[in-house]
Nanobody
Framework: QVQLVESGGGLVQAGGSLRLSCAAS????????MGWFRQAPGKEREFVAA????????YYADSVKGRFTISRDNAKNTVYLQMNSLKPEDTAVYYC????????????????????WGQGTQVTVSS
């Protein structure tokens, strides 16, 4: 089992940057694939990015490709989401998620693929 705690959210102007962190408990962090999802008010939770166990493979939503970068530091049990060129439409609660299985893009970008979830961190982008 793994517990996830997100941090790094906040208020930023459009065009700015934020880096989210997700710290995981336990000694087997490297055996989990990690994902970031987000949920805006009144909308369904949606996929943002995912990274494989050692970081050799990543997936991104089309809406964030080229602006966001997912990375991980297995020695620190932490996954990051660097968000650049932020837009007001990026405003949402951002969640990290973990599962022990990688898969196809269709699988890894689906909410139900992930067994463990954090509580979320709010990101607000002002225009």
């Amino acid at each position: 089992q793994v517990q996830l705690v997100e941090s790094g959210g906040g208020l930023v102007q459009a065009g700015g940057s934020l880096r989210l962190s997700c710290a995981a408990s336990g000694r087997t962090f490297s055996s989990y694939v990690m994902g970031w999802f987000r949920q805006a008010p009144g909308k369904e939770r949606e996929f943002v990015a995912a990274i494989s166990w050692s970081g050799w493979s990543t997936y991104y939503a089309d809406s964030v490709k080229g602006r966001f970068t997912i990375s991980r530091d297995n020695a620190k049990n932490t996954v990051y989401l660097q968000m650049n060129s932020l837009k007001p439409e990026d405003t949402a609660v951002y969640y990290c998620a973990a599962d022990q299985n990688w898969g196809t893009r269709v699988q890894v970008t689906t909410l139900t693929h992930y067994r463990y979830w954090g509580q979320g961190t709010q990101v607000t982008v002002s225009s």
